[in-house]
């Protein structure tokens, strides 16, 4: 209904409507006070705060967090060895865990059977003591038909799995921007278990960004075979062998646009 | 609906067309009742209102970012040193390396085999007796022994040029025979190996997963002892059997941890038991460089991951 017909209408159907609106909000604050919950305030949480306002909480938070890292990170430098002082060193680069990240980029998934969602980009920032992603995605409740558009700020959790060397998403600011088709009371319960409940546990369902690396690793030795024709005639042969080794991670240290980890070896010996 | 878009016309919408044609009372009773709504609505629900307001995130901020800025300074220094510009670069110590080698080594006894082939004659001698002349001589007919690869150590780690101590040594027996005063017998004497050198590699990315250390062209010494009695007739041999290096010694791989293809996870895209699904990934490695200083491996290089 817009502006220009109700304006256009006899001043008896604008009571009409007058009256219609008023006892249209009497019903709404009724059920504003029999409701326990925050019905339209937790989607303004996340929709209808103003943006200045939302924008600064992120950035607080963020400060917050990159500061309690910071912090960390300058007291191992302060204490303990060399951070060199490991077998094997890696040093990645902002950009290779944007390149990696970006796999992700467009992808979809599922919450549970009923919402799916898809991430528009994973960007990742290196600071001094943290690393943080702000993904941006998209849920999507299919039997409801409500959207929750959300932008997460994360900090990337390190960890080698299987020889593998993964950053999982620990999401520390959700913040929603929920779109929804019907009426608010159908939608209300909806949204609430999507932003509230299931947002929190998305980390499990988001796959881990996986770094093109294996540590889990076998050392091959090749086969040799040498001809001696000098003196006594006689064939060398090495036989092929695997050496196969584990590494053990001593740290991850995150350091402005880069990611040091330090790995120690384990356990080394031939494959039988 | 709820959106921003959607809420805001639902209730701006109620207050907006009482300000057409209605009277002023009327206005300020329904702008009233709907103020109160909200303020109702808004004071029941501050506790959930979990974003703080503005002047609280701002002095927040401005508390952080000194302390911020300071800690940073006092990183930045410390770790100026670090190095930087690649995607990867990875650091392996030289003890490392000879950690895994000594799992090698430290295996067992037969890391190396000989066979012998027949080796017509291994030795020999022209003899005169009486106006007589005769030939005493001893070939080796077959043998295979195992040899112990005792040490490979790499020693050092300088100008991209690495240095690596290789000791082998085995004994075993080998099947031999001849004539000796125009009779013939067979025997099975002992025959000893040994090798001790020191072999110098050099450097290079064999490709992205490995760093390739290639030994360098020299001829190193096989020292070889056989004591041969052959009816009575002892015939000490010894000899230094020249050998290349690069023909004894295959260019070691040394594992860069780096993997040219891999797995990547991703969220299955039907929902079911199984929450993620796997897809391959190339990558594609450039600007690759390997340099060994220090008794330190380096490995730098810039990845790109090939989507199919």
């Not at chain 2, 921003?4 to 702008?31: D, N, Q, T, Y």
């Not at chain 2, 075993?172 to 017998?185: D, F, H, L, N, P």
Request: glycine share 6%; with cysteine; net charge neutral.
């Amino acid at each position: 209904m817009n502006i220009r017909q109700t304006e256009n209408t006899s001043p008896r159907a604008n009571r009409r409507m007058f009256v219609l609106r008023f006892f249209f909000g009497i019903c709404i604050l009724v059920f504003g006070i029999s409701t326990p919950g925050c019905f339209i305030i937790r989607p303004i949480a996340g929709a209808n705060i103003d943006h200045h306002q939302l924008q600064k909480a992120r950035e607080a938070r963020v400060l917050e967090v990159r500061h309690d890292g910071a912090e960390r990170l300058s007291h191992r430098l302060d204490n303990g060895d060399p951070i060199e002082n490991a077998d094997l060193s890696f040093y990645f680069s902002e950009s290779l865990l944007n390149k990696a990240a970006a796999q992700l980029d467009s992808v979809t998934g599922w919450i549970d059977s009923l919402t799916s969602y898809s991430i528009r980009s994973i960007r990742v920032k290196l600071y001094n003591g943290s690393a943080i992603a702000t993904v941006s995605m998209a849920a999507y409740n299919h039997d409801y038909d409500v959207d929750v558009d959300l932008i997460m700020d994360c900090l990337l959790l390190f960890s080698i799995e299987g020889g593998k060397f993964y950053a999982r998403l620990e999401p520390f600011n959700v913040v929603p921007t929920v779109k929804a088709s019907g009426m608010i009371s159908s939608v209300e319960g909806i949204i609430e278990d999507i932003v509230t409940m299931r947002l929190s546990t998305l980390s499990d369902n988001l796959p881990p960004i996986q770094f093109p690396v294996d540590f889990n690793n076998q050392f091959p030795v090749q086969a040799n075979y040498v001809e001696v024709r000098t003196g006594m005639n006689m064939n060398i042969t090495t036989p092929a062998q695997v050496l196969q080794y584990n590494l053990s991670l001593k740290e991850v240290l995150i350091f402005k646009e880069k990611l040091f980890i330090a790995l120690n070896v384990k356990k080394a010996g031939v494959k039988k | 609906m709820i959106t921003r878009s959607h809420c805001e016309p639902l209730f701006g919408e109620a207050i907006f067309s009482m300000s057409g044609r209605i009277k002023l009372p009327r206005k300020i009773a329904s702008f009233a009742t709907t103020l109160f709504m909200f303020g109702f609505i808004f004071i029941g629900c501050g506790s959930s209102v979990n974003v703080p307001s503005v002047e609280e995130s701002e002095k927040s901020i401005a508390r952080t970012i000194p302390k911020l800025d300071s800690l940073d300074r006092l990183i930045v220094v410390q770790t100026q040193s670090l190095p930087k510009g690649f995607d990867i670069i990875s650091h392996t110590r030289m003890s490392a390396i000879n950690t895994l080698l000594n799992g090698m080594t430290n295996a067992g006894t037969n890391d190396i085999h000989f066979d012998f082939l027949a080796t017509r004659p291994l030795w020999k001698e022209e003899k005169s007796t009486f106006g007589i002349n005769y030939t005493n001589y001893v070939d080796v007919d077959t043998g295979r022994l195992d040899v112990d690869l005792k040490k490979f150590q790499f020693t050092g780690m300088l100008n991209n040029i690495v240095l690596a101590d290789v000791e082998i040594e085995g004994m075993g027996a080998i099947r031999v025979s001849g004539k000796y005063t125009g009779i013939t017998a067979s025997a099975a004497p002992q025959v000893h190996f040994y090798l001790n050198e020191q072999l110098q590699f050099s450097i290079s990315t064999a490709d992205s997963d490995y760093i390739r250390l290639t030994p360098l062209p020299r001829t190193v010494m096989l020292k070889t002892k056989v004591t041969i009695n052959l009816l009575g007739w002892s015939i000490p041999y010894y000899r230094e059997i020249p050998l290349q290096s690069d023909d004894l010694i295959k260019p070691v791989l040394i594992p860069s941890a780096l993997r040219s293809e891999i797995v990547f996870p991703l969220p299955a895209a039907q929902y079911g038991e199984e929450r993620l699904e796997y897809v391959k990934r190339s990558l594609d490695f450039t600007r690759s460089t390997v340099g060994a200083n220090n008794n330190v491996l380096e490995y730098k290089s810039n990845i790109s991951f090939i989507k199919p």
